[in-house]
């Protein structure tokens, strides 16, 4: 047989995996592609990929003999079980140094076990997030690989040749880290995804039925959000789906059913911040809107019997003071988004210390910059802030978004206020702005509530006049004995 030529073999032609491939093949590589279901090969080859240099393979076998050492077999098939039966079919065929990768959205901690397990048999693995979505697939992802070390370089001229770029071409890919860290980064992406998706909701939210605006007239506020520090993607597509009109004229968005989905990412990055003691507080209340939005049929019952305050603000009468309170939401959006952003980064540096990862967090931010559904202008000052300090403890202490938070912070205290007297659901606003007070408070109630577990549990308390690390145990009522519960961290 003549010497393969294949640069990289693609498992799984879904959509993203085709346009991926077709990304791939563009940049100059050659690429051979594989599916489970083979008749999706021939008709991929036949079809999108006609003309192309990618090859067809009809088995593992197959597609192995068509790769040029190190063989890198790169797989976009259903996170879970999947994943492993490719491996374990892979496995007999290769050879040492050769590379498996894993661009779907699987659980970190499958990642950290199949890096293991890869290595045992002299084979490298990579972990890689791929975000964007089917266009972002195409016309360049936001890449982020983990695993093992020594397959970077085999990978990245490829990764960093179709993934996008910013400020002057810049790739949004860079090498994230050991074990499972490139999919752990991509979940809290996700996790921050669900937040900033949630904050817009409740801006429109409060627009709508507070303010009494009509889908144009909310189209072009987004219109006028999107030219200033809140320019992002998701904020951009908002603008568009409030002008999308439906068949009979009207705004489609009105028409679709208000129960959200979810994936699971969200959901495993809210349990992970549990784990880890990180109060990633408003992802997880974008998490739990969904799962209330979906709750519908309750919602609706639930209505009729339990009554509020009608939504309508007294600002929805006056131009002026409804273009002033419009102002004030897009504090609360900007402030929220720097909280939520706060948290995430927060969690990433606890996953750090806990799996011993050194991860670069303002090249994180610039892997976010573009082609993922987070991109957005702001992550540019993340990245700034963390060039400028590398052991930054958290977001809101840098100067940049210190001052931002301060400019904001009447705006946004307005909107959570009116919304709360006015009865609309503010979830993730009162989140992140009670998250900004607790975290801004050198004292909080907590002394109370160690008093009630050292009376009922004797599960004992610091002091303030006393060096940290000495335990106190105090008998409440008299009867109790002085025997103390051990201590433990949450």
Same mark, same amino acid.
């Given at each position: 047989?003549?010497?393969?030529?294949?640069?990289?073999?693609?498992?799984?032609?879904?959509?993203?995996?085709?346009?991926?491939?077709?990304?791939?093949n563009d940049h100059g590589f050659t690429v051979v592609a594989y599916n489970r279901t083979t008749s999706k090969v021939d008709e991929f080859l036949a079809?999108? @990929?006609?003309?192309?240099?990618?090859?067809?393979?009809?088995?593992?076998?197959?597609?192995?003999?068509?790769?040029?050492?190190?063989?890198?077999?790169?797989?976009?098939?259903?996170?879970?079980?999947?994943?492993?039966?490719?491996?374990?079919? !892979? +496995?007999?065929?290769?050879?040492?140094?050769?590379?498996i990768i894993d661009g779907g959205n699987s659980l970190y901690g499958d990642t950290e076990r199949r890096v293991k397990y890869c290595e045992s048999k002299?084979?490298?693995?990579?972990?890689?997030?791929?975000?964007?979505?089917? &266009?972002?697939?195409?016309?360049?992802?936001?890449?982020?690989?983990? *695993?093992?070390?020594?397959?970077?370089? %085999?990978?990245?001229?490829?990764?960093?040749?179709?993934?996008?770029?910013?400020?002057? *071409?810049?790739?949004?890919?860079?090498?994230?880290?050991?074990?499972?860290?490139?999919?752990?980064?991509?979940? +809290?992406?996700?996790?921050?995804?669900?937040?900033?998706?949630?904050?817009?909701?409740?801006?429109?939210?409060?627009?709508?039925?507070?303010?009494?605006?009509?889908?144009?007239?909310?189209?072009?506020?987004?219109?006028?959000?999107?030219?200033?520090?809140?320019?992002?993607? =998701?904020?951009?597509?908002?603008?568009?789906? !409030?002008?999308?009109?439906?068949?009979?004229?009207?705004?489609?968005?009105?028409?679709?059913?208000?129960?959200?989905?979810?994936?699971?990412?969200?959901?495993?990055?809210?349990?992970?911040?549990?784990?880890? @003691?990180?109060?990633?507080?408003?992802? %997880? &209340?974008?998490?739990?809107?969904?799962?209330?939005?979906?709750?519908?049929?309750?919602?609706?019952?639930?209505?009729?019997?339990?009554?509020? $305050?009608?939504?309508?603000?007294?600002?929805?009468?006056?131009?002026?003071? #409804?273009?002033?309170?419009?102002?004030?939401?897009?504090?609360?959006?900007?402030?929220?988004?720097?909280?939520?952003?706060?948290?995430?980064?927060?969690?990433?540096?606890?996953?750090?210390?806990?799996?011993?990862?050194?991860?670069?967090?303002?090249?994180?931010?610039?892997?976010?910059? *573009?082609?993922?559904?987070?991109?957005?202008?702001?992550?540019?000052?993340?990245?700034?802030?963390?060039?400028?300090? $590398?052991?930054? @403890?958290?977001? =809101?202490?840098?100067?940049?978004?210190? %001052?931002?938070?301060?400019?904001?912070?009447?705006?946004?205290?307005?909107v959570v206020a009116s919304a709360a007297k006015k009865g609309i659901p503010m979830p993730a606003f009162s989140t992140a702005l009670a998250f900004f007070?607790?975290?801004?408070?050198?004292?909080?109630?907590? /002394?109370?509530?160690?008093?009630? #577990?050292?009376?009922?549990?004797?599960?004992?308390? &610091?002091?303030?006049?006393? $060096?940290?690390?000495?335990?106190?145990?105090?008998?409440?009522?008299? #009867?109790?004995? /002085?025997?103390?519960?051990?201590?433990? /961290?949450?």
């Amino acid at each position: 047989m003549s010497n393969p030529t294949g640069d990289i073999a693609l498992i799984g032609l879904a959509v993203m995996g085709q346009n991926l491939i077709l990304n791939m093949n563009d940049h100059g590589f050659t690429v051979v592609a594989y599916n489970r279901t083979t008749s999706k090969v021939d008709e991929f080859l036949a079809g999108e @990929a006609k003309g192309t240099q990618i090859q067809g393979a009809h088995s593992i076998a197959e597609l192995v003999s068509k790769l040029k050492t190190p063989r890198r077999i790169m797989m976009l098939v259903k996170a879970g079980q999947a994943v492993d039966d490719f491996i374990e079919q !892979l +496995v007999p065929h290769l050879s040492a140094g050769d590379i498996i990768i894993d661009g779907g959205n699987s659980l970190y901690g499958d990642t950290e076990r199949r890096v293991k397990y890869c290595e045992s048999k002299g084979l490298l693995f990579i972990g890689t997030g791929v975000s964007g979505g089917e &266009e972002g697939a195409r016309r360049g992802p936001s890449i982020m690989p983990g *695993g093992s070390a020594k397959a970077w370089p %085999a990978v990245k001229d490829i990764f960093q040749g179709v993934s996008a770029k910013v400020d002057g *071409g810049v790739p949004c890919c860079d090498w994230v880290g050991d074990g499972g860290s490139g999919h752990y980064v991509k979940m +809290v992406h996700n996790g921050i995804e669900y937040g900033d998706m949630q904050l817009i909701c409740e801006a429109y939210n409060i627009l709508k039925n507070g303010l009494g605006l009509s889908a144009d007239e909310m189209h072009q506020v987004f219109a006028d959000w999107n030219k200033g520090e809140l320019d992002s993607f =998701l904020v951009e597509i908002t603008r568009d789906i !409030l002008a999308f009109k439906d068949t009979d004229g009207g705004p489609l968005v009105d028409k679709i059913l208000d129960t959200a989905g979810q994936k699971g990412t969200g959901k495993w990055t809210v349990i992970d911040s549990a784990n880890l @003691a990180q109060p990633v507080t408003l992802i %997880a &209340e974008a998490v739990f809107s969904r799962c209330v939005s979906a709750m519908k049929d309750e919602r609706v019952k639930a209505s009729r019997k339990l009554k509020g $305050p009608k939504p309508l603000l007294s600002a929805a009468k006056n131009p002026k003071a #409804r273009q002033a309170f419009i102002e004030d939401i897009k504090s609360a959006l900007y402030a929220s988004k720097i909280v939520s952003y706060a948290q995430g980064y927060m969690l990433l540096r606890a996953a750090a210390a806990e799996n011993g990862w050194k991860l670069n967090y303002g090249g994180i931010a610039l892997m976010w910059r *573009g082609g993922c559904i987070i991109r957005s202008r702001f992550l540019g000052k993340i990245k700034e802030a963390y060039d400028k300090n $590398p052991k930054l @403890a958290n977001l =809101l202490l840098d100067d940049y978004f210190r %001052a931002e938070i301060k400019k904001s912070q009447k705006g946004w205290r307005n909107v959570v206020a009116s919304a709360a007297k006015k009865g609309i659901p503010m979830p993730a606003f009162s989140t992140a702005l009670a998250f900004f007070d607790q975290y801004r408070s050198a004292t909080l109630p907590a /002394n109370l509530l160690q008093a009630q #577990r050292d009376y009922f549990g004797a599960h004992t308390y &610091e002091r303030v006049d006393k $060096p940290r690390g000495q335990f106190f145990h105090t008998n409440w009522t008299g #009867r109790g004995g /002085n025997v103390s519960s051990s201590t433990y /961290n949450a």
